[in-house]
């Protein structure tokens, strides 16, 4: 969907190394999520943003860290990768006029 | 904290048979509460959404959901499925404090010829 992009969308790391991950947004919403999707589990939300350096933590955030410094990015790192952080990341915004959300095309990462 | 079930992790129907996908949810007061779709390596792709009034709703490609209050039950119905529909369905119900979503574990969806 139009509004939202991740990048990278793909990432090989090393174990131990630290990875950031972007996600952009391009039409000045307040929330802003990271979700991680596993098989069997879903999606699990990570952290979440609902303004310029207001975040707070999801089901799964151990390990991670986020920022935002502009309300249109919202970034997702992880300080010391390890190989269960191997997932596909997925960003999303919350769309407050219609009460929707829009997700980002996702980021695969793998730790090896 | 809220909740979604989803209690069949694989569903297997065949070309032109009738579906349903089921979801409970856990939630206090009115749920919000949404279905979703993913094809293989793809997004996710919203179906439905329910916040209020009329209990069964439309969505997208012949989708519809019933939402059961005296259940705490979400399923999602189609009347005939296609082999284009093979993919993964995943409810969720809105947290409200944070507008978070909060996913079941997913229902892979199997279509044979």
Known sequence: DAGITQSPRHKVTETGTPVTLRCHQTENHRYMYWYRQDPGHGLRLIHYSYGVKDTDKGEVSDGYSVSRSKTEDFLLTLESATSSQTSVYFCAIHRELNYGYTFGSGTRLTVV | ?113
């Open chain 2, 1 to 113: 904290a809220q909740s979604v079930t989803q209690p069949d992790i694989h569903i297997t129907v065949s070309e032109g048979a009738s579906l349903e996908l089921r979801c409970n949810y856990s939630y206090g007061a009115t749920p919000y509460l949404f279905w979703y779709v993913q094809s293989p390596g793809q997004g996710l792709q919203l179906l439905l959404k329910y916040f209020s009034g009329d209990t069964l709703v439309q969505g997208i490609k012949g989708f519809e959901a019933e939402f059961k209050r005296s259940q705490s039950s979400f399923n999602l119905r189609k009347p005939s499925v296609h082999w284009s529909d093979a993919a993964e369905y995943f409810c969720a119900v809105v947290e409200r404090y944070g507008n978070k979503l909060v996913f079941g574990a997913g229902t892979i969806l199997r279509v044979k010829s």
